[in-house]
T-cell receptor, first 114, second 114 residues
């Protein structure tokens, strides 16, 4: 149980394009999902909290117009990186909350912006 | 807000030895402390967690201890094996209320040598 999928696993795009990443909870419903960014050999940095049916809550310093989050159903949250630039290249990981606290992570998406 | 510090950043042990990783947190209202194991290029996996109403929890070779007064918690791995080699992250929930987001430590790179 508590399986989270993420798609795509890897994406390479040109600078200026937008990229959408999907996060799905496969065997449970998640009213709350989280989006993290992880640079090589670094920790998980929370970008935003995604809540089903309402606007996402962004962490300080994260541009909400650049990182669009939509949580359209209890099993799907999407992150769209708009007008991507090389500095946006990173490993993006989502998690879905089960119960009060437990978070289960997706496999991550490696974004490379040329 | 919550701040989590983790030590050491790297840890090298011989197979069969024990490994201990320590974390401190700043928000006294935090009540949930999970540990995640992340292998290279893969998702963080929840290996054990502890809540503030207990002082110790054990699952086979891994155990976690919590000292609420001192605001620190530790991961103990006994009889280490090469497959335990990975990066380990501690986390604490916070701030109080809200959506119970997790704040992660910087990670500990554990290497178990045969």
């Amino acid at each position: 149980g508590a399986v989270v999928s993420q798609h795509p696993s890897r994406v390479i795009c040109k600078s200026g394009t937008s990229v959408k990443i999907e996060c799905r909870s496969l065997d449970f419903q998640a009213t709350t999902m989280f989006w993290y960014r992880q640079f090589p050999k670094q920790s998980l940095m929370l970008m935003a909290t995604s809540n089903e049916g309402s606007k996402a809550t962004y962490e300080q310093g994260v541009e909400k117009d650049k990182f669009l989050i939509n949580h359209a159903s209890l099993t799907l949250s999407t992150l769209t990186v708009t007008s991507a630039h090389p500095e946006d290249s990173s490993f993006y990981i989502c998690s879905a909350r089960l119960g009060d606290n437990e978070q289960f992570f997706g496999p991550g998406t490696r974004l490379t912006v040329l | 807000g919550e701040n989590v510090e983790q030590h050491p950043s790297t840890l090298s042990v011989q197979e069969g030895d024990s490994a201990v990783i320590k974390c401190t947190y700043s928000d006294s209202a935090s009540n949930y402390f999970p540990w995640y194991k992340q292998e290279l290029g893969k998702r963080p996996q929840l290996i054990i967690d502890i809540r503030s109403n207990v002082g110790e929890k054990k699952d086979q070779r891994i155990a976690v201890t919590l000292n609420k007064t001192a605001k620190h918690f530790s991961l103990h791995i006994t009889e280490t094996q090469p497959e335990d080699s990975a990066v380990y992250f501690c986390a604490a929930n916070g701030p109080a209320g809200g959506y119970n987001k997790l704040i992660f430590g910087a990670g500990t790179r554990l290497a178990v040598h045969p």
